[in-house]
């Protein structure tokens, strides 16, 4: 077998660009590491021919079907390459071609590379470009089904619901997550995303919102996402003006339940009495800031130190009796 014959042989019956008649009108340009690469990467051979060739039509400024087909290879080759995905949208641009095909392409993709940050910004653009978002949300879903706290898909996914007004029925859509994982910070946020966007959290709202996640806590006290979502829209108001939350903590702490989130609104409950009057409420805190550090949460214990002193700075001196 000649040389010439082996190369066509290998990689599974690819046909190398410098052995395709239709490419003989363009010379490679090998990759310049410079004289003395530190740390050379082992391309195969497969790699290198498509790059090469990448190289040579880039600096020609070619955009035809054929570098289409070779940006094809090329991100198949590195799916992650930002060069090849901006000069492929270039080519499609140049020759108008339909994007129906390419939507399905960057679908694809998108199934088989969900981590891959450059063919979810493909697929903005196409979106973009077509004025088509009916996909979307059935895609990253897809992607959900897999890794249901996947950024980049839950990137794109807030991005089409703001830019198409896709708002209906995304709160039904974060509540089957959230019963499937109540642990998914990723829904959490979306839940506030969706309704910081749209009826934003008036005081009916709030109300709704903090039966809602209470009804998680008491299933799982520990669960640090629904602490977060509940501070989060308790922010700007008084925690100690929702009685169904007082209720909760009183409740788990009566079980003794070891939570640092439990414990930490209770600190934020106590400075908001020592705020408006309730000395005795400082030392409460400052003891509940020593259980976190030493026995609770003691990864954190500068950090609960730290606390103890901003509330005694802030509000103290303790009562010495």
Not at 293 to 307: C, L
């Amino acid at each position: 077998m000649s040389e010439g014959d082996e190369s066509n042989s290998d990689e599974q019956g690819y046909v190398y660009y410098r052995d395709r008649p239709n490419w003989k009108d363009i010379e490679p340009i090998p990759q310049d590491d410079g004289p003395n690469p530190v740390v050379q990467i082992a391309y195969t051979d497969k790699f290198k021919d498509v790059y090469d060739y990448l190289r040579a039509v880039i600096r020609k400024g070619e955009k035809t079907e054929r570098v289409l087909e070779l940006t094809m290879d090329a991100i198949e080759c590195n799916p992650a390459n930002y060069t090849v995905w901006h000069y492929r949208r270039e080519v499609l641009q140049e020759l108008k071609k339909d994007l129906k095909s390419e939507l399905e392409f960057a679908e694809e993709t998108v199934l088989n590379e969900p981590k891959n940050y450059q063919v979810w910004y493909h697929r903005q653009k196409l979106v973009e470009w077509s004025n088509d978002p009916s996909r979307e949300l059935y895609l990253t879903a897809e992607v959900f089904k897999d890794d249901s706290k996947n950024y980049h898909a839950w990137q794109h996914r807030q991005w089409t619901i703001r830019t198409y007004g896709l708002w209906s029925n995304e709160l039904e859509f974060v509540d089957g997550l959230l019963k499937e994982d109540f642990r998914n910070n990723s829904a959490w946020n979306q839940r506030y995303f969706v309704i910081i966007n749209t009826t934003g959290y008036t005081e009916e709202v709030v109300k709704n919102e903090v039966k809602y996640v209470i009804d998680f806590i008491k299933v799982a006290p520990n669960n640090e996402s629904a602490w977060n979502y509940l501070t989060g829209i308790l922010k700007g108001g008084r925690i100690s003006d929702h009685e169904p939350v007082l209720k909760l903590i009183d409740s788990l702490r009566s079980q003794h339940v070891p939570s640092p989130f439990l414990l930490s609104t209770m600190i934020d409950v106590y400075e908001e009495e020592v705020a408006n009057g309730k000395k005795e409420s400082l030392e409460k805190a400052v003891k509940i800031c020593e259980e976190l550090g030493s026995k609770i949460d003691p990864v954190r214990k500068r950090y609960w130190e730290y606390t103890s002193r901003r509330l005694i700075s802030a509000y103290g001196p303790l009562d010495s009796t």
